[in-house]
């Protein structure tokens, strides 16, 4: 800026390094150092350029049309769990949910009716979970049974090999 005396002031920068500072230190930067970083430009890009993408992609993603309390907001994995609940005035349910897959919390308050029903998912996802083992203890059985056959078939074993001795 010019000042009444033809002037420059220098006390006040022009429009442009009041906007953009980098303006500034551009005068004064050692292109000696430019290679380091430029290095250390593409390595910070190279770390948050991937980041920036997943986060991009779980905010645009939307919840598949049957989500509910079950169901994650962030990862929509069904894997969440109430950590606390408890009954409010006119049948509500204040709850605190947790993803069991990616760890986020959220707080919810919901209708008697959908408490019930979520309650009644979270009982049935447990009866499953409970019966998991003993499926699989049967199928081990079975198997060892079927293994047990043949070699009796196959003449591989005995009444004999039972016997005490």
């Given amino acids: 800026m010019d000042t009444f005396d033809g002037k420059a002031d220098e006390s006040k920068p022009g429009f442009l390094r009041r906007c953009f500072p980098i303006l500034g230190w551009?005068?004064?930067?050692?292109?000696?150092?430019?290679?380091?970083?430029?290095?250390?430009?593409?390595?910070?890009?190279?770390?948050?350029?991937?980041?920036a993408l997943v986060c991009v992609a779980s905010v645009r993603r939307q919840p598949p049309p049957a989500a509910a309390?079950?169901?994650?907001?962030?990862?929509?994995?069904?894997?969440?769990?109430?950590?606390?609940?408890?009954?409010?005035?006119?049948g509500l349910w204040d709850m605190r949910l947790r993803c069991g897959?990616?760890?986020t919390?959220?707080?919810?308050?919901?209708?008697?009716?959908?408490?019930?029903?979520?309650?009644?998912?979270l009982s049935h996802g447990m009866a499953e979970i409970a019966a998991a083992p003993e499926r699989a203890e049967r199928e081990r059985m079975s198997a060892d049974v079927r293994i047990f056959v043949a070699a009796l078939e196959h003449d591989l074993i005995h009444a004999g090999d039972f016997a005490s001795g």
């Fill in 69 to 90: 309390l079950h169901r994650c907001q962030l990862c929509y994995d069904d894997s969440v769990v109430p950590v606390e609940a408890e009954p409010l005035d006119l």
């Fill in 101 to 103: 897959q990616c760890g």
């Fill in 105 to 121: 919390y959220r707080e919810v308050t919901v209708s008697d009716d959908a408490a019930e029903r979520y309650d009644e998912e």
């Fill in 26 to 51: 551009l005068a004064s930067y050692n292109r000696n150092s430019s290679a380091g970083h430029a290095v250390a430009g593409l390595s910070v890009w190279a770390l948050l350029t991937p980041q």
